[in-house]
């Protein structure tokens, strides 16, 4: 058998509709914004194209509508070098998301209706499974069916890639998936969600981190935000400090970052904690930046922020 290589990514592409402003209005109310950007984004999408512009070889699996915001997805993988092994569907509209990014913090809260998107399902997966099977990483999440997801991480399991399973958004899994994960990696929001309780310090997200590894996964990273990321594998645990690369301008897509830094990492045989240094880099320098997709950095950007740090 060939050594394995690349990177399989299944997961939603959906536009980004983003609109700054103090607040969310009211119910009835109407605010003023202070900016809007349209682009590329859901989790899957932007994480491929992170992962490509990090470096990394990418196949990305998904559906988008025959409509504008479906070409806007195959432009921007085009311009990134992702493989888009994307269906294109007549009679349903692409995923779109609602991005309300606070015009002081940066922090953001999103309304996604995946479309086209939200039809994935194990056919989408089984008409990839080659590519799947000869992939050293594969990734996915949950804004695509469930099922699609799990079906992903199985054949990959048994085919020997490294599984990275994104938990997003936040909502109750089945205990078999754990043990298809090589790495688990939510956010301190979804970790809470999947433990049934509060990640505000580091012994908390310690905590979390341990029984996930219970249930059966192979290795867990909490993603912290500003804070960094909690690695914890066997009898290894370790906080990676976050980078910071300049004013923060949108956190939207800053998990996707990571992951798409991090998966690139893994892929090029990086020690686990390497990797994630390398994807906190990758996750600093996009929210200095407007927007997901536009805002991931490229590999120089990337390797000139951990040489300077």
């Known amino acids: 058998m060939s050594e394995k290589s690349g990177i399989v990514i299944l997961g939603i ?18 605010l003023m914004g202070s900016g809007f950007t349209l682009g590329p984004g859901g989790k899957g ?26 070409a806007m997805a195959l432009s921007a993988y085009a ?31 999103i309304i996604v209706a995946p479309g086209a998107a939200g039809l994935i399902g194990i056919e989408d997966v089984d008409a ?7 992939a050293a990483i594969f990734m ?3 804004e695509q069916p469930l099922e699609a997801a799990i079906h992903g991480l199985s054949i990959a399991k048994r085919a020997g890639a490294t599984t990275i399973f994104n938990p997003a958004p936040a909502r109750t899994i089945p205990d078999s998936i754990y043990a298809l994960c090589d790495f688990i990696v939510p956010n301190e ?3 809470a969600e999947l433990v049934g309780h509060a990640i505000e310090t580091d012994e908390q997200a310690g905590a979390a981190a341990r029984t996930l590894v219970d249930r059966g996964a192979r290795a867990v990273i909490i993603t912290l935000g500003a804070r960094g990321a909690y690695y914890h594998a066997g009898g290894q645990s370790e906080f990676v400090p976050a980078f910071r690369a300049g004013n923060v301008v949108d956190t939207t897509g800053a998990g996707d970052a990571f992951l798409g830094g991090f998966a690139t990492a893994i892929s090029e045989g990086y020690a686990p904690i390497e990797a994630i240094r390398f994807g906190c880099a990758t996750a600093a320098i996009a929210v200095t930046r407007p927007g997901t997709a536009p805002a991931m950095p ?4 990337i390797d000139a922020l951990l040489r300077s740090s």
């Open 13 to 30: 592409f959906a536009a980004d509709t983003a609109y700054q402003a103090k607040r969310l209005p009211h119910i009835g109310e109407t």
């Open 45 to 70: 999408s932007n994480q491929a194209i992170a992962a490509a512009k990090a470096g990394g070889k990418v196949t990305f699996i998904s559906r988008v509508g025959n409509d504008p915001f479906g």
């Open 79 to 109: 311009e990134a070098g992702v493989k888009a092994n994307v269906m294109k569907m007549d009679g349903v509209s692409s995923g779109a998301a609602f991005i309300f990014v606070d015009e002081v913090s940066g922090d953001n809260a």
């Open 128 to 134: 990839n499974r080659a590519e799947i099977e000869s």
């Open 140 to 142: 996915t999440q949950l």
């Open 189 to 191: 929001v979804e970790a």
């Open 298 to 301: 490229s590999r120089s950007e």
